[in-house]
C-alpha cells in the first residue's frame, strides 16, 4: 500500500467520551466504550443467503442538522426518517476521518485512512477523482461484483470527476454526477449514464435528486425475478451549498432557524486567544445568511427523505426488503453557526467530524450504540455481511457484531481525524486529527503551531481551549498516538 509521509496537517486528538453531544436536540449518553444504549432486543439469526446491501450517503449532513429533521415528529408530517430510525440501529458516535467530500468517500469505498489512500482534498495532485484512480480497483464495488453481486452507483462518486466516459471497474450501473464546482448540484447539471453524458435543466423535474431516486428505484425494480444480491449505492447531493429545493418543499421549515446549542456565534474567549486567534462574532446580517441556508438545506433534505421512501417501497414490492441492509449517513457534517463559523467543514469540530449513521436490516436491533465507529468501517460492513472476506490491508473493523446486539470483547479507542490545509512540508506528521475514547478528550495540534484541548465530558460544545493549562505529559501522550497511528495500516489502525 502506498503510503504519503511527511504531511503537514492541522492535527487533532480527540478523546470522546459517550457524553459528547452536538446541538439539536441530540441526547447526552453515559460513557461506554462499546455498549447499546438502550440495549437492544435480541438479534435474529443472520440470513442464510447473501442479503442486498443498498447504501445512502448525503452530502454535509451534520448530527445537529439531522436532529433538527427528526423534530418534526411532533408535527402533522410524520418525517420520513423516522422509517429507518425507528427500525434500525443509530450509531451516535460515527465520524468521518476527514471532513471533506472527496477524502472522506474514498474512506468509506476503500476502508482506508487518508493517508493510505491518498485522497485529501477534492481536487488537485493530492485530491478527487485523478488520485483516487490507483484505488478503483481495490474498492466496494470490484469486490462485491466478483463476489456476485449486482451493483449500481447513482449520484455522486468522488470530486473532480471528469467528463470522459470512464466507468470504473465493478459497477453494472453508474449514474454519475459530474460534480465540478461551478456544476448545478440540483438544476443544470451533467450526469454520466454508463458513460453518455447528459445535460439536465432548470425545470423541476430536472431536481438532481428526483432523477437520482427513479435512476435508483428502476435499478432495484430491474431486478425482480433475478437471483443476484443488489449492492445499490445512492449519493445525493442535498443538503450541500446552494442547498436548492423543488417547488414543492417552498414551505416547509418556515419558522425553523438555526440549531440550538451554545456555541452558536460563540468562541471559547476565556482560552482559546492563548493559540488560536478568536473569529469575530457573526453580525446580523450572518446568521440571517446562515438560517436562510439552513431552512434550504433542510427543504433539499425532503427530497431525500422521499428518495428513500421510494427505495424501500421497491425493494418491499420487488421481494427483497426483508433481506436488504440499509445504511444511511453522510460524508461530513458542516458548522452552520457553531464556533462563528457558516457553511465551514474539513475541521474536527463536533458538528464536522460526527455524522448521522443509522442501519437496518435482518438481525439488526432497534436502538443506539454508543461506541466510536467511523467511515472506514463501512466497507469492511458491507463486505462481512456480503460473506466476501476483508482484505488485511482495511484499516476500518466490521461492525456485524454490534449489528447482531452483541458488544465486542475489544474495540478501538481512538481515531484519526485529518484536516487537510494545502501545505507539505517534510518531517513531523502533526496535523492529524485523532479521537481517543479512553480520556475523554480533544485535542488539536495544527500545522500553524496552534492548539486545543477540550474535556469532552464537561464540554461537548468545545467552548473552553484547556491547552494553555494542560499537563505536558498529557500533550506528549497525545502527540506520540498520533505518530503511531499516521503510521498504521491494517489491523493495526484497528485498535
Same mark, same amino acid.
Given at each position: 500500500?502506498?503510503?504519503?509521509?511527511?504531511?503537514?496537517?492541522?492535527?487533532?486528538?480527540?478523546?470522546?467520551?459517550?457524553?459528547?453531544?452536538?446541538?439539536?436536540?441530540?441526547?447526552?449518553?453515559?460513557?461506554?466504550?462499546?455498549?447499546?444504549?438502550?440495549?437492544?432486543?435480541?438479534?435474529?439469526?443472520?440470513?442464510?443467503?447473501?442479503?442486498?446491501?443498498? !447504501?445512502? %450517503?448525503?452530502?454535509?449532513?451534520?448530527?445537529?442538522?439531522?436532529?433538527?429533521?427528526?423534530?418534526?415528529?411532533?408535527?402533522?408530517?410524520?418525517? #420520513? !426518517?423516522?422509517?429507518?430510525?425507528?427500525?434500525?440501529?443509530?450509531?451516535?458516535?460515527?465520524?468521518?476521518?476527514? *471532513?471533506?467530500? *472527496?477524502?472522506?468517500?474514498?474512506?468509506?469505498?476503500?476502508?482506508?485512512?487518508?493517508?493510505?489512500?491518498?485522497?485529501?482534498?477534492?481536487?488537485?495532485?493530492?485530491?478527487?477523482?485523478?488520485?483516487?484512480?490507483?484505488?478503483?480497483?481495490?474498492?466496494? =464495488?470490484?469486490?462485491?461484483?466478483?463476489?456476485?453481486?449486482?451493483?449500481?452507483?447513482?449520484?455522486?462518486?468522488?470530486?473532480?470527476?471528469?467528463?470522459?466516459?470512464?466507468?470504473?471497474?465493478?459497477?453494472? &450501473?453508474?449514474?454519475?454526477?459530474?460534480?465540478?464546482?461551478?456544476?448545478?448540484?440540483?438544476?443544470? +447539471?451533467?450526469?454520466?449514464?454508463?458513460?453518455?453524458?447528459?445535460?439536465?435543466?432548470?425545470?423541476?423535474?430536472?431536481?438532481? %435528486?428526483?432523477?437520482?431516486?427513479?435512476?435508483?428505484?428502476?435499478?432495484?425494480?430491474?431486478? =425482480?425475478?433475478?437471483?443476484?444480491?443488489?449492492?445499490?449505492?445512492?449519493?445525493?447531493?442535498?443538503?450541500?451549498?446552494? *442547498?436548492?429545493?423543488?417547488?414543492?418543499?417552498?414551505?416547509?421549515?418556515?419558522?425553523?432557524?438555526?440549531?440550538?446549542?451554545?456555541?452558536?456565534?460563540?468562541?471559547?474567549?476565556?482560552?482559546?486567544?492563548?493559540?488560536?486567534?478568536?473569529s469575530a462574532p457573526l453580525t446580523s446580517d450572518d446568521?440571517?445568511?446562515?438560517? /436562510?441556508?439552513? $431552512?434550504?438545506?433542510? $427543504?433539499?433534505? $425532503?427530497?431525500? &427523505?422521499?428518495? #428513500? =421512501?421510494?427505495?424501500?417501497?421497491?425493494?418491499?414490492?420487488?421481494?427483497?426488503?426483508?433481506?436488504?441492509?440499509?445504511?444511511?449517513?453522510?460524508?461530513?457534517? #458542516?458548522?452552520?453557526?457553531?464556533?462563528?463559523?457558516?457553511?465551514?467543514?474539513?475541521?474536527? +469540530?463536533?458538528?464536522?467530524?460526527?455524522?448521522?449513521?443509522? %442501519?437496518?436490516?435482518?438481525?439488526?436491533?432497534?436502538?443506539?450504540?454508543?461506541?466510536?465507529?467511523? /467511515?472506514?468501517?463501512?466497507?469492511?460492513?458491507?463486505?462481512?455481511?456480503?460473506?466476501?472476506p476483508v482484505p488485511p490491508s482495511i484499516d476500518g473493523?466490521? !461492525?456485524?457484531?454490534?449489528?447482531?446486539?452483541?458488544?465486542?470483547?475489544?474495540?478501538? $479507542?481512538?481515531?484519526?481525524?485529518?484536516?487537510?490545509?494545502?501545505?507539505?512540508?517534510?518531517?513531523?506528521?502533526?496535523?492529524?486529527?485523532?479521537?481517543?475514547?479512553?480520556?475523554?478528550?480533544?485535542?488539536?495540534?495544527?500545522?500553524? &503551531?496552534?492548539?486545543?484541548?477540550?474535556?469532552?465530558?464537561?464540554?461537548? +460544545?468545545?467552548?473552553?481551549?484547556?491547552?494553555?493549562?494542560?499537563?505536558? *505529559? #498529557?500533550?506528549?501522550?497525545?502527540? =506520540?498516538?498520533?505518530?503511531?497511528?499516521?503510521?498504521?495500516?491494517?489491523?493495526?489502525?484497528? /485498535?
Open positions: 500500500m502506498t503510503r504519503q509521509r511527511g504531511l503537514g496537517f492541522p492535527v487533532v486528538v480527540a478523546l470522546l467520551s459517550g457524553s459528547l453531544a452536538c446541538g439539536g436536540g441530540q441526547p447526552v449518553l453515559p460513557s461506554s466504550a462499546s455498549k447499546l444504549d438502550p440495549a437492544p432486543a435480541a438479534a435474529a439469526a443472520a440470513p442464510a443467503t447473501r442479503p442486498n446491501i443498498v !447504501l445512502i %450517503v448525503t452530502d454535509d449532513l451534520d448530527m445537529p442538522t439531522m436532529g433538527q429533521l427528526l423534530e418534526r415528529r411532533s408535527q402533522a408530517t410524520q418525517p #420520513l !426518517l423516522d422509517m429507518l430510525a425507528n427500525k434500525g440501529l443509530s450509531f451516535t458516535h460515527a465520524y468521518v476521518t476527514q *471532513a471533506l467530500c *472527496a477524502p472522506s468517500r474514498a474512506s468509506i469505498l476503500t476502508g482506508l485512512y487518508s493517508h493510505n489512500h491518498g485522497v485529501y482534498d477534492n481536487s488537485g495532485p493530492h485530491g478527487g477523482y485523478q488520485t483516487f484512480l490507483r484505488d478503483e480497483p481495490r474498492s466496494l =464495488a470490484p469486490w462485491l461484483k466478483a463476489a456476485g453481486y449486482r451493483t449500481a452507483l447513482v449520484g455522486k462518486y468522488i470530486n473532480s470527476e471528469p467528463d470522459d466516459g470512464h466507468i470504473p471497474p465493478g459497477w453494472d &450501473e453508474f449514474h454519475v454526477q459530474l460534480t465540478a464546482i461551478e456544476d448545478g448540484r440540483y438544476f443544470n +447539471y451533467s450526469m454520466s449514464h454508463n458513460g453518455v453524458t447528459r445535460r439536465y435543466g432548470s425545470a423541476q423535474e430536472d431536481y438532481s %435528486v428526483d432523477v437520482e431516486k427513479k435512476l435508483a428505484v428502476d435499478f432495484i425494480n430491474s431486478s =425482480a425475478g433475478r437471483p443476484e444480491p443488489l449492492f445499490l449505492y445512492v449519493a445525493p447531493e442535498a443538503p450541500h451549498v446552494p *442547498a436548492l429545493y423543488p417547488d414543492r418543499f417552498g414551505s416547509d421549515f418556515a419558522r425553523t432557524g438555526l440549531p440550538d446549542a451554545p456555541s452558536i456565534n460563540q468562541g471559547d474567549q476565556n482560552e482559546r486567544s492563548c493559540w488560536v486567534q478568536p446568521i440571517s445568511y446562515a438560517e /436562510n441556508l439552513q $431552512r434550504f438545506r433542510l $427543504r433539499s433534505m $425532503r427530497a431525500v &427523505e422521499e428518495e #428513500l =421512501a421510494s427505495l424501500l417501497a421497491a425493494l418491499d414490492q420487488t421481494g427483497r426488503l426483508a433481506s436488504t441492509y440499509v445504511f444511511f449517513t453522510s460524508d461530513n457534517g #458542516l458548522l452552520m453557526g457553531q464556533h462563528r463559523l457558516i457553511a465551514k467543514k474539513n475541521n474536527a +469540530y463536533e458538528e464536522s467530524i460526527n455524522v448521522p449513521l443509522i %442501519v437496518r436490516g435482518p438481525g439488526v436491533p432497534v436502538g443506539r450504540a454508543s461506541s466510536i465507529v467511523a /467511515n472506514i468501517d463501512i466497507a469492511p460492513t458491507v463486505l462481512d455481511l456480503a460473506g466476501v473493523r466490521s !461492525l456485524v457484531s454490534l449489528l447482531r446486539g452483541q458488544a465486542p470483547a475489544s474495540w478501538r $479507542r481512538d481515531l484519526l481525524i485529518f484536516n487537510y490545509d494545502g501545505s507539505w512540508p517534510n518531517g513531523d506528521p502533526l496535523g492529524i486529527s485523532l479521537a481517543d475514547r479512553d480520556a475523554d478528550w480533544m485535542f488539536q495540534h495544527r500545522a500553524t &503551531e496552534q492548539f486545543d484541548l477540550y474535556d469532552m465530558r464537561t464540554d461537548p +460544545y468545545q467552548l473552553s481551549n484547556l491547552y494553555c493549562k494542560a499537563d505536558p *505529559a #498529557l500533550i506528549a501522550r497525545f502527540e =506520540a498516538r498520533i505518530r503511531t497511528l499516521y503510521a498504521c495500516s491494517g489491523s493495526s489502525c484497528q /485498535n
